[in-house]
């Protein structure tokens, strides 16, 4: 059932701090760490910790939680990347005022955009004698970063992090991004989030630290991630302290889990150790038909493009928008410029774009003329305005997405495994089953496999359970499968069949 809109509420943001690894990322958090942890009990905090709370009063003088993620690197980020989704809400991208910008802070940016959150710039060491602000922020705009009241919109901060002096500020800033994203949580669901980090204790056993999402739990019941799950026995919050219940934006810790849950897996709450050990097995599932099934796109190797005319008010646009569109290039998709200049939208750009099929004409500080409009509409072109540059990246890259070719893939259904052999030819089989995990039913595509071997496709044509037709079976079952199956050779007890279903995406 889904969650009531009316019970959702404002939640702490979950912040990353990234940046070159000597400009003071580490110095930022630890006098975050020592002067705003909530109720001051930093001094009981004793180990290196993965997530943790503070407490800012902001210039209005209102009282507000923010969650900072501390790992080196911070793996999460890595795994989450290709889970399509991100741990943090926010990032501060430090960058040191004696030493600009270097690559780890371009990998640090890709890891920020890959993952698709806002971020905040903390320009650090603003005490040294050597250091360089207005060359540093040139440094950044150089790279692609727009700062505010430098053709971006990015807000940066000043600081010192060993006087504290600009924190306040840059914390300020924070949650002034915070309210823009409108970040809320539903405290009346079952909690969901994410796995921060694993370790195995020879004393206590497997444990994790967690970060809420959404949702709240309370001890009793179980949290599953991956295909480990784990009683709700023993919750600490990040202090070490045990606690009964936690919601959204808070990092805790679960000891008891059946294995390490892989570091940036989601995880979910449910009431029963029954339906723990079946979430678990449905993954399990899952992932071997991610294993055996995935396919790449059609034809290997070959690059699709995106046509594009940009349309601009100034030449500085113009790089500028290239810059930052070049980004968006992977060894799938290019995207081909087949016209650039400054000025208005024209009558001639509609024809030479309607040339090419699937076009874009991207406009920035410019307009188009009227006779561009009707015959834009008429011919079925499509134009694009924007006049910040983020705007404009954040909308290419889901047009590049719409373009992409479709990637197939194949999700497993259920697995039975042969008993016997009644009847065979090369195009069709009868054989005795019993179905193991999941569920089978008549039309259902199947793979027939000796071990690791593929021995052929088909499809399920008709099935008997005892002498009864019947159109489904499932787990644990005998049945009678009538197939239709281009094999050489007769299947033999023990050989396995796998129902799947194909998708696009």
Same mark, same amino acid.
């Given at each position: 059932m889904p969650a009531n809109s009316n019970n959702r509420i404002k939640r702490p943001p979950v912040v990353t701090v990234m940046g070159h690894i000597d400009h003071g990322k580490s110095t930022l958090l630890d006098y975050i760490r020592k002067t705003k942890v909530v109720e001051g009990e930093a001094g009981g905090i004793t180990q290196h910790l993965s997530a943790y709370e503070v407490e800012h009063t902001n210039s209005a003088g209102e009282k507000r939680l923010i969650t900072f993620l501390d790992t080196p690197g911070h793996e999460a980020f890595q795994h989450l990347r290709s889970r399509g989704s991100s741990v943090a809400d926010l990032a501060i991208l430090v960058v040191a005022a004696d030493d600009g910008v270097k690559p780890q802070t371009l990998q640090a940016l890709k890891a920020i955009e890959e993952a698709g959150i806002p971020y905040l710039v903390a320009i650090s060491k603003i005490d040294k004698n050597n250091a360089d602000i207005e060359k540093t922020k040139s440094s950044l705009v150089e790279h692609g970063i727009y700062l505010e009241g430098m053709g971006g919109s990015i807000?940066?901060?000043?600081?010192?992090?060993?006087? &504290?002096?600009?924190?306040?500020? @840059? @914390?300020?800033?924070?949650?002034?991004?915070?309210?823009?994203?409108?970040?809320?949580?539903?405290?009346?669901?079952?909690?969901? !989030?994410?796995?921060?980090?694993?370790?195995?204790?020879?004393?206590?056993?497997?444990?994790?630290?967690?970060?809420?999402?959404?949702?709240?739990?309370?001890?009793?019941?179980?949290?599953?991630?991956?295909?480990?799950?784990?009683? #709700?026995? =023993?919750?600490?919050? *990040? @202090?070490?302290? /045990?606690?009964?219940?936690?919601?959204?934006?808070?990092?805790?810790?679960?000891?008891?889990?059946?294995?390490?849950?892989?570091?940036?897996?989601?995880f979910i709450t449910v009431p029963t150790k029954k339906e723990a050990l079946e979430?678990?097995?449905?993954?399990?599932?899952?992932?071997?038909?991610?294993?055996?099934?995935?396919?790449?796109?059609?034809?290997?190797?070959?690059?699709?493009?995106?046509?594009? $005319? $940009? /349309?601009?008010?100034?030449?500085?646009?113009?790089e500028a928008i290239k810059h930052e569109l070049r980004k968006h290039e992977d060894e799938?998709?290019?995207?081909?410029? =087949?016209?650039?200049?400054? &000025?208005?939208?024209?009558?001639?750009? =509609?024809?030479?774009?309607?040339?090419?099929?699937?076009?874009?004409?991207?406009? *920035?500080?410019v307009g188009a003329d009227s006779a561009a409009q009707e015959l834009a509409l008429r011919v079925g072109v499509e134009i694009m305005h924007f006049s910040i540059i983020y705007e404009l990246t954040d909308w290419?890259? !889901?047009?590049?997405?719409?373009?992409?070719?479709?990637?197939?893939?194949?999700? =497993? #259904? !259920?697995?039975?495994?042969?008993?016997?052999? *009644?009847?065979?030819?090369? /195009?069709?089989?009868?054989?005795?089953?019993?179905?193991?995990?999941?569920?089978?039913?008549?039309?259902?595509?199947?793979?027939?496999?000796? !071990?690791?071997?593929?021995?052929?496709?088909? /499809?399920? #044509?008709s099935m008997k359970s005892g002498k009864t037709d019947t159109s489904r079976v499932g787990e644990n079952n005998d049945c009678g499968l009538q197939m239709e199956v281009a094999l050489e050779s007769e299947p033999t007890y023990n050989d396995t069949i796998i129902a799947y279903t194909v998708t696009e995406e």
């Open positions: 807000s940066y901060s000043l600081i010192d992090s060993k006087s &504290g002096r600009g924190i306040p500020e @840059l @914390l300020d800033l924070l949650l002034l991004a915070t309210d823009m994203e409108e970040l809320t949580g539903d405290p009346t669901v079952p909690a969901t !989030g994410t796995v921060i980090e694993s370790r195995c204790d020879p004393k206590r056993g497997i444990s994790a630290t967690l970060l809420i999402k959404n949702g709240s739990l309370k001890t009793g019941a179980y949290v599953v991630a991956g295909q480990a799950y784990a009683p #709700l026995r =023993i919750v600490e919050n *990040f @202090l070490g302290n /045990k606690i009964h219940e936690a919601t959204f934006s808070t990092p805790i810790m679960v000891v008891g889990f059946s294995e390490n849950p892989p570091v940036g897996a989601t979430v678990a097995h449905a993954v399990q599932l899952s992932s071997v038909s991610n294993k055996v099934m995935a396919s790449e796109a059609e034809e290997s190797g070959k690059r699709y493009n995106v046509p594009v $005319i $940009i /349309k601009c008010d100034v030449v500085g646009s113009l799938n998709t290019s995207i081909h410029i =087949i016209y650039e200049g400054v &000025g208005k939208i024209a009558e001639g750009d =509609i024809k030479y774009a309607s040339g090419k099929k699937d076009t874009i004409i991207i406009g *920035f500080n290419i890259q !889901g047009a590049i997405e719409a373009r992409r070719p479709k990637i197939r893939q194949e999700k =497993i #259904l !259920g697995t039975a495994k042969i008993l016997k052999s *009644f009847s065979f030819t090369k /195009k069709a089989q009868t054989v005795g089953c019993r179905v193991e995990s999941g569920e089978i039913s008549v039309k259902d595509r199947i793979i027939i496999k000796k !071990g690791d071997v593929e021995l052929g496709r088909g /499809k399920i #044509l």
